[in-house]
C-alpha cells in the first residue's frame, strides 16, 4: 500500500513541477514533448486512412472528404543512444484538405506551429507524386524544409500502380528524406512512417539543444508546445 501510495504521490509531484514549468528531476524520466505534425498531399491519396490505421489500427474503404482539418494525437516511445535516453513524444496529427483550391488559401493558417510533415502520394496516381514538389514549398522554414518523411500509399493495388519505387525514391531523396511504401488497407509501413517522423522531430530537437541532457527531467518548453495549437 505504502508503496502504491508513494509512486502516486512523486507522479502529482512530477505533474506539478512540469505546470510550474521546473524540470528539475532525475535524468531516468523519459523525455517528454507533445509537438504538431501535418499530412500533406493531394485529395483521395489516403491521408484520413493513414491516420486511422496510425491511431485507431482501423481501415474503412468509404471515402470521407477532409473538410478543412482534423486532428488527432498519439504518443510514440523512441529510444536514442546518444544520448541514452527514452522519449514519449505525442504527435499532434493535422489531417489538412487536399484540394488545390485549400492548398493555396488556408494552408498558412493550418501550417502554423508544425514541427514535420508525412508527404503523402497515391502509387495509382502520377499526379499525385508530381504535386508534392508543390506542397514542399509550404514546408519551409528559414530557407530549409522541416522535417519530413515521404509517403507513397495503397503499396496493395499493385496491378493499379503507374509508378515504382524509383521513381518515388528519386524524389524523396532530393529532400533527403526517408521514404516508405505503404498501405492503409493492411497497415504495411504506417507505423513504420510515423516512427521515422517522430525519430527525426526528436533529432531536430537535440540538434536544436531543445532537451537538456543534464541531471534534470527535460521537457519541451511549455511556450513552444502552446505554440503548436491553433484552433
Same mark, same amino acid.
Given at each position: 500500500?505504502? #508503496?502504491?501510495?508513494? @509512486?502516486?504521490?512523486?507522479?502529482?509531484?512530477?505533474?506539478?513541477?512540469?505546470?510550474? @514549468?521546473?524540470?528539475?528531476?532525475?535524468?531516468?524520466?523519459?523525455?517528454?514533448?507533445?509537438?504538431?505534425?501535418?499530412?500533406?498531399?493531394? %485529395?483521395?491519396?489516403?491521408?484520413?486512412?493513414?491516420?486511422?490505421?496510425?491511431?485507431?489500427?482501423? !481501415?474503412? +474503404?468509404?471515402?470521407?472528404?477532409?473538410?478543412?482539418?482534423?486532428? =488527432? $494525437?498519439?504518443?510514440?516511445?523512441? $529510444?536514442?543512444?546518444?544520448?541514452?535516453?527514452?522519449?514519449?513524444?505525442?504527435?499532434?496529427?493535422?489531417?489538412?484538405?487536399?484540394?488545390?483550391?485549400?492548398? $493555396?488559401?488556408?494552408?498558412?493558417?493550418?501550417?502554423? %506551429?508544425?514541427? @514535420? #510533415?508525412?508527404?503523402?502520394?497515391?502509387?495509382?496516381?502520377?499526379?499525385?507524386?508530381?504535386?508534392?514538389? +508543390?506542397?514542399?514549398?509550404?514546408?519551409?522554414?528559414? %530557407?530549409?524544409?522541416?522535417?519530413?518523411? !515521404?509517403? #507513397?500509399?495503397?503499396?496493395?493495388?499493385?496491378?493499379?500502380?503507374? !509508378?515504382?519505387? &524509383?521513381? !518515388?525514391?528519386?524524389?524523396?531523396?532530393?529532400?533527403?528524406?526517408?521514404?516508405?511504401?505503404? =498501405?492503409?488497407?493492411? %497497415?504495411?509501413?504506417?507505423?513504420? &512512417?510515423?516512427?521515422?517522423? @517522430?525519430?527525426?522531430?526528436?533529432?531536430?530537437?537535440? &540538434?536544436?539543444?531543445?532537451?537538456?541532457?543534464?541531471?534534470?527531467?527535460?521537457?519541451?518548453?511549455?511556450?513552444?508546445?502552446?505554440?503548436?495549437?491553433?484552433?
Amino acid at each position: 500500500m505504502y #508503496a502504491r501510495e508513494s @509512486g502516486s504521490r512523486m507522479s502529482n509531484e512530477i505533474d506539478t513541477l512540469i505546470k510550474r @514549468g521546473d524540470t528539475r528531476n532525475t535524468i531516468d524520466e523519459p523525455l517528454i514533448a507533445k509537438l504538431k505534425v501535418c499530412l500533406l498531399g493531394d %485529395g483521395a491519396v489516403g491521408k484520413t486512412s493513414l491516420i486511422r490505421r496510425f491511431v485507431e489500427d482501423h !481501415f474503412n +474503404d468509404d471515402y470521407l472528404l477532409t473538410i478543412g482539418t482534423k486532428t =488527432s $494525437k498519439k504518443r510514440l516511445i523512441i $529510444k536514442r543512444t546518444n544520448p541514452q535516453r527514452e522519449f514519449h513524444l505525442t504527435l499532434m496529427i493535422w489531417d489538412i484538405m487536399g484540394q488545390i483550391s485549400f492548398r $493555396k488559401l488556408l494552408h498558412p493558417t493550418y501550417l502554423k %506551429g508544425a514541427k @514535420g #510533415a508525412l508527404l503523402v502520394c497515391d502509387l495509382t496516381r502520377k499526379e499525385t507524386l508530381e504535386h508534392l514538389d +508543390d506542397w514542399i514549398d509550404s514546408l519551409y522554414i528559414e %530557407g530549409r524544409v522541416m522535417p519530413s518523411v !515521404f509517403v #507513397a500509399n495503397k503499396v496493395d493495388l499493385e496491378d493499379q500502380h503507374v !509508378f515504382g519505387k &524509383a521513381e !518515388f525514391e528519386s524524389v524523396a531523396s532530393a529532400y533527403d528524406s526517408p521514404f516508405f511504401m505503404t =498501405s492503409a488497407k493492411t %497497415g504495411e509501413n504506417v507505423e513504420k &512512417a510515423f516512427q521515422s517522423l @517522430g525519430e527525426k522531430l526528436i533529432d531536430e530537437l537535440l &540538434a536544436n539543444n531543445s532537451f537538456s541532457t543534464s541531471r534534470v527531467k527535460p521537457r519541451f518548453s511549455e511556450s513552444a508546445i502552446a505554440s503548436n495549437y491553433h484552433y
